[in-house]
Nanobody, 123 residues
Framework: QVQLAESGGGLVQAGGSLRLSCAGSGRSFSVYGMGWFRQAPGKEREFVAA????????YYTDSVKGRFSISRDNGKKMLYLQMNSLKPEDTAVYYC????????????????WGQGTQVTVSS
């Protein structure tokens, strides 16, 4: 079992950067594929990025390619999302999640979820 807790959200101006962190607990953290999702008000939760168990493979939704970077440190049981060139449409609650599948892009494939951290990008 894995417990997840996000941090690093906040208010930033358009064009700015934020780095989200997700702290994992449980001995099996390194065997899970990890992902970031986001949910804006009135919208469904959507896939943002995913990383393989080793960190060697990454996956992104088209709207964040070239701006966001996902990474993990299994020794520290940490997951990260570096977000650059932020846009107002990136405003959402961001969630980290763990999946036994690699590169999963749908919420149904993820077993464990954090509570989320709010990211607000002002124009």
């Amino acid at each position: 079992q894995v417990q997840l807790a996000e941090s690093g959200g906040g208010l930033v101006q358009a064009g700015g950067s934020l780095r989200l962190s997700c702290a994992g607990s449980g001995r099996s953290f390194s065997v899970y594929g990890m992902g970031w999702f986001r949910q804006a008000p009135g919208k469904e939760r959507e896939f943002v990025a995913a990383v393989s168990w080793s960190g060697g493979s990454t996956y992104y939704t088209d709207s964040v390619k070239g701006r966001f970077s996902i990474s993990r440190d299994n020794g520290k049981k940490m997951l990260y999302l570096q977000m650059n060139s932020l846009k107002p449409e990136d405003t959402a609650v961001y969630y980290c999640a763990a999946s036994r599948a690699m590169g999963a892009t749908t919420t149904e494939r993820y077993e464990y979820w954090g509570q989320g951290t709010q990211v607000t990008v002002s124009s």
